[in-house]
């Protein structure tokens, strides 16, 4: 695989706050990282700790309160991917798929010809005339990820996208998203909330603090593509795995909950 040397995204010192119900909330507070052109970066951390919130930002949902996001690009094409997939029931597969493209000037041969494409890349072949309640969870989240590759993004947003699968289908879906991954080359960020998720998919796994959160370590994972089940059970796997357990159980002791910024960040 082929790196630019411009990063796809740069976010530099950036903080948000916001109200709510019970008040002010410090969602994310000084948090700078680069993701490198057609890297798989993983975001883990505790619950409340502003994964969302980041992938929000990135996306454009969600204005920062202070620093900044560069794109190496004018007008970047973002595609995010949320834990349920958020079909429209009343249209088929096909058509779900095709829907990013619908309100463009293009016309309906090419929409059609590309979301079959993907409709193949995403291993749903037989299934384009399927409606969602006929469609298992992992089958309506391949669904979800081939619409949001629709518009060809330049980064692909994934917000816990298998958090609702079982352990199974939740490693066959990863090996699926990473075939997809090879064969379109995006630059990914993804939330996760498992530690063996996170280390088998990514180059790099930011770690986030509890609120505010802040990245308090980037581990580098240094495993060969591309990726077979039979990594897990590799030495460096599980150094890898107990690296990052420590830092999660280190960051969730009790001495650390006190909302005020952390000394350093780690780089592994």
Same mark, same amino acid.
């Given at each position: ?82 834990? /349920?997939?958020? #079909? +429209? ?5 096909? @058509?779900? !798929?095709? %829907? ?85 080359? /995006?630059?990914? #960020? +993804? ?5 063996? @998720?996170? !280390?088998? %998919? ?67």
């Amino acid at each position: 695989m082929t790196f630019s040397p411009e990063p796809t995204v740069s976010v530099k010192n950036l903080e948000v706050v916001f109200s709510d119900a019970s008040g002010v909330v410090h969602a994310l507070r000084d948090v700078s990282f680069t993701l490198p052109h057609n890297s798989f970066t993983t975001l883990i951390g505790v619950s409340g700790s502003g994964k969302s919130t980041l992938l929000r930002v990135l996306a454009g949902l969600v204005e920062p309160t202070k620093g900044e996001v560069q794109f190496n690009k004018r007008q970047p094409r973002v595609g995010l991917v949320f834990q /349920k997939p958020n #079909l +429209m029931p009343w249209r088929r597969v096909i @058509e779900n !798929i095709s %829907l990013p493209l619908e309100l463009e000037n293009i016309p309906k041969e090419e929409i059609r010809a590309r979301a079959q494409e993907l409709i193949e890349l995403v291993g749903l072949e037989g299934f384009e005339q399927a409606y969602p309640r006929d469609l298992s969870g992992g089958m309506a989240q391949r669904v979800a990820i081939a619409r949001s590759l629709m518009q060809d993004p330049d980064l692909l947003l994934l917000d816990e996208p298998f958090g609702a699968l079982d352990a199974l289908m939740r490693e066959r879906m990863g090996d699926e998203l990473l075939k997809i991954w090879h064969a379109r080359r /995006k630059t990914v #960020l +993804m939330v996760t909330h498992s530690i063996a @998720e996170a !280390i088998y %998919l990514s180059d790099k796994v930011l770690v986030l603090s509890p609120r505010p959160g802040q990245i308090i370590l980037e581990l580098t994972v240094d495993l060969p593509r591309p990726r077979t089940p039979e990594v897990r059970y590799l030495p460096a796997f599980g150094d890898l795995v107990h690296e990052l357990r420590d830092c999660l159980s280190e960051e969730n002791n009790p001495s650390n909950l006190t909302g005020k910024p952390f000394p350093y960040k780690q780089e592994c």
